[in-house]
């Protein structure tokens, strides 16, 4: 099994039937997780991808970027940018997945930079619609394929977006919730070890006595994946 | 009605310092020969509106003509890697230009303000970031209620670049796409259109009206190596050659 197919796995089972899900900008992971939930148990969620495609009919090969114009083919509808956050104000956007530069303890994520702000020694592409979309929709998830401690700092150098209540973050390591009380690992994704997530994280992280291990995604989720991504594109990001 | 002009006489009504945004979102519909136009006839001190829309912006911070750029995101999803804006990422760190980053919705909000013309819009959750400190926003009470909300300045671009697919003779555009160009026309003091084919017939459903537009060039392949969905998908090649990827 491979970890990009587990990610995308984990991302699709937080997507419940009827869900309405929106995809930002540089989102294929998430693009390919809404599509597994959608062939599998979630045939009736709506989907919004940024550049304009309501509940776009997405045909294998998968795109080659989730803004690609390709997904504009097949659509039931159109969406303005601007209705995103319409949308998302009255309560109608039910989930959306974020990625992060850094992610502190309590959950503030930084998309913006590393070093002083003004003047910083590395530059990240920056929010998109994350700071707003993240506290208006009604489950946001964190992911990152890089679980290090270069990611999960005790304080990120900028606040792009607040953390919520609870903040969910799957990783290539494991699933945990992070919130201003405790940060808390849920799962480990098998054949991780819970002393790579500790070494691996920047604060301190509870470690329950008995980890749950990550369901691995099945033969048919891995059969749908590679369904939806015939050509592996999936291995590339 | 528009004047039906070359991307020569249309730019050359641009002038240096004007504060300029660019229709299209992030690969889709870019004007590029607009952005070409710009840099041959060498317009500086552009201010520029970005919102999600990589490559106009970076193309001008390349050739130095960009004063300021207010923006939410720089970077591109390729189909095998993703790759942060590169000259603008430079001139950041370099401290080469003015900018200020902004969640999407400050522009957006903003330019709601700029189309219906008044001067501000509130924007909730926007005091949620750090951004907010450096921003132009501001917290101000509901004058109908107790609570605090976040409101951004309108937003009224000199002008506003926009690649769609379809025109008429008298000038009537037809987006396929329109993510935020309607508004961005609806805001901006004027607009210059380009498009794939300008038709005989007239069009039955243009979304974006003739009395919008001052000029309309017709440019095909004018959002290349960007798409310009049903006509071309992106030149991925082209894009990478850019991007030094």
Redesign the interface.
């Known amino acids: 099994m491979k970890e990009v197919d587990l990610i995308i796995t984990c991302l699709a089972r937080e997507i419940k039937e009827g869900d309405k899900v929106l995809t930002g900008?540089?989102?294929?992971l998430p693009m390919l997780a809404i599509q597994l939930a959608r062939r599998l148990w979630a045939p009736n969620l709506t989907y919004f991808n940024?550049?304009?495609a309501v509940d776009p009919v997405i045909h294998p090969p998968f795109p080659?970027?989730?803004?690609?114009?390709?997904v504009?083919?097949e659509r039931n509808s159109?969406m303005?940018?601007?209705q995103s956050?319409d949308l998302a104000?009255k309560g109608m956007l039910d989930i959306m997945f974020f990625s992060a530069g850094q992610i502190d303890q309590s959950g503030n994520v930084n998309l913006?930079c590393i070093g002083d702000?003004?003047?910083?020694?590395?530059?990240?592409?920056?929010?998109?619609?994350?700071?707003?979309?993240?506290?208006?929709v009604r489950k946001s998830i964190i992911f990152t394929l890089k679980h290090n401690s270069r990611t999960f700092v005790p304080k990120v150098d900028?606040?792009?977006?607040?953390a919520t209540e609870e903040t969910r973050v799957i990783t290539n390591l494991g699933i945990l919730s992070l919130s201003a009380a405790s940060a808390r690992l849920l799962s480990l994704h098998p054949g991780v070890k819970a002393e790579a997530v500790v070494k691996n994280t920047g604060f301190p992280i509870q470690i329950p006595a008995e980890v749950e291990e990550t369901v691995p995604p099945g033969e048919k989720e891995l059969k749908t994946i590679n369904e939806i991504d015939p050509t592996g594109?999936r291995y590339?990001? | 009605m528009p004047k039906v002009v070359g991307l020569e006489e249309a730019i050359s009504s641009v002038k240096d310092g004007s504060t300029i945004a660019f229709g299209g979102f992030q690969l889709n519909r870019a004007p590029i020969k607009i952005v070409e136009e710009l840099i041959r006839q060498k317009k500086k001190n552009l201010n520029v509106i970005s919102l999600p829309n990589p490559l106009p912006l970076d193309m001008l911070i390349r050739e130095g003509l960009v004063k300021s750029a207010k923006f939410s995101f720089n970077g591109f999803n390729l189909p095998d890697q993703f790759v942060i804006s590169p000259h603008w990422r430079k001139a950041i760190e370099t401290g080469e230009i003015e900018w200020e980053e902004v969640d999407a919705y400050a522009i957006v909000q903003g330019l709601r303000a700029g189309a219906m013309g008044v001067p501000f819009m509130p924007a909730p959750q926007l005091e949620k970031s750090d951004h907010f400190k450096f921003m132009q926003a501001k917290m101000i009470k509901d004058p109908f209620g107790n609570q605090e909300i976040a409101v951004v300045p309108t937003i009224q671009p000199d002008f506003a670049f926009i690649h769609a697919q379809i025109a008429d003779q008298k000038g009537n555009v037809q987006v396929f796409d329109p993510q935020i160009d309607l508004l961005l026309a609806q805001a901006a003091k004027r607009v210059i259109v380009t498009v794939e084919e300008i038709l005989e017939n007239p069009l039955i459903n243009s979304n974006l009206p003739y009395y919008y537009i001052k000029y309309l060039v017709s440019a095909p392949g004018g959002a290349a190596p960007c798409s310009c969905f049903p006509h071309y998908d992106c030149d991925w090649d082209k894009l990478k050659e850019y991007l030094k990827v």
Request: some cysteine; charged content about 20%.
């Open positions: 900008v540089a989102s294929p940024c550049i304009g080659p970027s989730s803004e690609s114009s390709s504009l083919k159109f303005e940018l601007a956050w104000q913006t702000y003004r003047k910083p020694k590395v530059k990240f592409p920056g929010p998109a619609g994350s700071t707003t979309l993240r506290s208006l900028f606040i792009t977006s607040h594109q590339k990001l």
